[in-house]
């Protein structure tokens, strides 16, 4: 019974998110990456960050965004 309420909760969730995203502006030329739920600078996703970030002119970006749970 537990295993279907929290299905539910999250279709109803991933909808919710969907239905948001529709009708918020994206910049085209912004970039968030993150990994391991924002607990640590590592792996691939560390790379394609760094890559964006020092080539960010050249590829016509404006932001590159490395999402952690760290504070500011």
């Known amino acids: 019974m537990y295993y279907k309420i929290k299905r539910i909760k999250t279709v109803l969730l991933n909808v919710l998110v969907s239905f948001i995203g529709i009708f918020v502006k994206r910049d085209p030329n912004t970039v968030i990456i993150g990994a391991w739920n924002g607990l640590?600078?590592?792996?691939?996703?560390?790379?394609?960050?760094?890559?964006?970030?020092?080539?960010?002119?050249?590829?016509?970006?404006?932001?590159?965004?490395?999402?952690t749970r760290e504070p500011a």
């Not at 560390?46 to 965004?65: A, P, S, W």
């Open 40 to 67: 640590k600078f590592a792996d691939n996703s560390r790379y394609i960050y760094q890559y964006l970030f020092f080539n960010k002119t050249g590829l016509g970006l404006n932001n590159v965004i490395w999402a």
